[in-house]
């Protein structure tokens, strides 16, 4: 080497071994920093999340007296047997007053639909939402007959449809799994706190787990910061590659695996915010993830588009009004017919 190279080596030694030291004494202060704000680290509302669990845990506080009551295991659920103007449930808490076995009758195929406030039918009242309307729609002809179960609850994501339907949807063995995936529902299930504390999930060695408080405070807040700085323009974006995306695709997997496991056909319905002239980077998540998959999927952006722009504008009213229930429930129909031609199997006692 050298004496050149050598006093240029001598110079930088100390300076290499200063700037070393004060990237571990700002990282340690970072994490010293992040500690005293641990909503930061995580999710955006771990810090009220845990403050809300800690008033409401156990007091099975309504959160909204006409229909929704906490829920430890899902965040919230309806309530059962509400009687309202428009709004009743049953004695589960699905939508509507009627009563159903757990073992559908000889003969009957059973539907289930999951999802949030649209397959739920919010503004709607019970006969108009889409899957009283789909159910009409189906058994407009004699046989085969048909039961549609509305197992969708205003806000869910799609971590809290999944725990709902195996909670309590695989116990009335449908032969069909309807998935109403609204596009919204990609960044709830980054979510654990909207607007009340919710279950959510993490990949752990590529399985789905609850996500527990991290050790070390700084590899969090950089792993979560890609998911605070999309905000509302993720609509626009490929997540595929993010938090946010994998855990919702290891849902739509388990959510799929555990229908085919219950002997079901399990279909993939997109709802779209409304009939935009371009697909979304979620749509193109979703419709790639049931190629792939082979799950059988109605995208309604497709559809929606086909009808024309003036009869397009009485769909929405924020969320589907009578008219778009109903289009999504003729769609849905033909697409459950044609299952039950090429063979569902029928129960009987």
Same mark, same amino acid.
């Given at each position: 080497?050298?004496?050149?190279?050598?006093?240029?080596?001598?110079?930088?030694?100390?300076?290499?071994?200063?700037?070393?030291?004060?990237?571990?004494?700002?990282?340690?202060?970072?994490?010293?920093?992040?500690?005293?704000?641990?909503?930061?680290?995580?999710?955006?509302?771990?810090?009220?999340? @845990?403050?809300?669990?800690?008033?409401?845990?156990?007091?099975?506080?309504?959160?909204? +007296?006409?229909?929704?009551?906490?829920?430890?295991?899902?965040?919230?659920?309806?309530?059962?047997?509400?009687?309202?103007?428009?709004?009743?449930?049953?004695?589960?808490?699905?939508?509507?007053?009627?009563?159903?076995?757990?073992?559908?009758?000889?003969?009957?195929?059973?539907?289930?639909?999951?999802?949030?406030?649209?397959?739920?039918?919010?503004?709607?009242?019970?006969?108009?939402?889409?899957?009283?309307?789909?159910?009409?729609?189906?058994?407009?002809?004699?046989?085969?007959?048909?039961?549609?179960?509305?197992?969708?609850?205003?806000?869910?994501?799609?971590?809290? @449809?999944?725990?709902?339907?195996?909670?309590?949807?695989?116990?009335?063995?449908?032969?069909?799994?309807?998935?109403?995936?609204?596009?919204?529902?990609?960044?709830?299930?980054?979510?654990?706190?909207?607007?009340?504390?919710?279950?959510?999930?993490?990949?752990?060695?590529?399985? $789905?787990?609850?996500?527990?408080?991290?050790? $070390?405070?700084?590899?969090?807040?950089?792993?979560?910061?890609?998911?605070?700085?999309?905000?509302?323009?993720?609509?626009?974006?490929?997540?595929?590659?993010?938090?946010?995306?994998?855990?919702?695709?290891?849902?739509?997997?388990?959510?799929?695996?555990?229908?085919?496991? &219950?002997?079901?056909?399990?279909?993939? $319905?997109?709802?779209?915010?409304?009939?935009?002239?371009?697909?979304?980077?979620?749509?193109?998540?979703?419709?790639?993830?049931? @190629?792939?998959?082979?799950?059988?999927?109605?995208?309604? &952006?497709?559809?929606?588009?086909?009808?024309?722009?003036?009869?397009?504008?009485?769909?929405?009213?924020?969320?589907?009004?009578?008219?778009?229930?109903?289009?999504?429930?003729? $769609?849905?129909? +033909?697409?459950?017919?044609?299952?039950?031609?090429?063979?569902?199997?029928?129960?009987?006692?």
């Amino acid at each position: 080497m050298s004496g050149e190279h050598q006093r240029i080596r001598r110079q930088w030694q100390p300076r290499s071994l200063a700037l070393g030291l004060g990237t571990l004494l700002g990282a340690l202060m970072l994490e010293g920093g992040l500690r005293f704000f641990p909503g930061s680290v995580v999710a955006p509302s771990l810090e009220n999340e @845990q403050s809300w669990r800690a008033r409401h845990a156990g007091t099975g506080l309504a959160l909204d +007296a006409a229909s929704e009551v906490f829920s430890p295991e899902l965040g919230w659920e309806p309530w059962p047997n509400v009687r309202t103007p428009g709004l009743t449930s049953n004695s589960r808490g699905l939508r509507g007053d009627r009563e159903y076995a757990f073992e559908p009758s000889c003969g009957v195929y059973r539907v289930i639909c999951v999802g949030d406030s649209f397959v739920f039918g919010e503004g709607l009242t019970d006969v108009q939402t889409m899957p009283a309307q789909l159910e009409r729609k189906l058994n407009d002809a004699d046989r085969p007959r048909w039961e549609v179960l509305n197992l969708a609850v205003r806000g869910y994501g799609t971590d809290q @449809q999944l725990l709902r339907l195996e909670h309590l949807g695989f116990l009335y063995q449908p032969d069909v799994v309807v998935l109403g995936f609204f596009e919204e529902d990609v960044w709830r299930n980054a979510l654990s706190f909207r607007d009340y504390a919710k279950p959510y999930f993490e990949l752990a060695d590529g399985a $789905l787990a609850h996500l527990d408080m991290p050790s $070390l405070y700084l590899p969090s807040f950089a792993r979560w910061l890609p998911a605070r700085l999309i905000g509302p323009g993720f609509l626009l974006l490929d997540l595929s590659g993010t938090r946010m995306g994998r855990v919702t695709l290891a849902i739509l997997d388990a959510m799929r695996d555990a229908v085919v496991r &219950h002997d079901a056909r399990f279909i993939l $319905l997109i709802i779209p915010r409304q009939a935009l002239p371009w697909r979304t980077g979620i749509d193109r998540m979703l419709r790639r993830w049931a @190629q792939q998959t082979g799950t059988p999927m109605l995208d309604l &952006h497709d559809a929606y588009l086909r009808v024309g722009a003036a009869e397009r504008k009485r769909l929405y009213k924020t969320h589907w009004t009578a008219k778009g229930a109903r289009l999504t429930a003729e $769609l849905l129909a +033909a697409q459950l017919r044609a299952l039950a031609v090429a063979g569902l199997p029928r129960h009987c006692s």
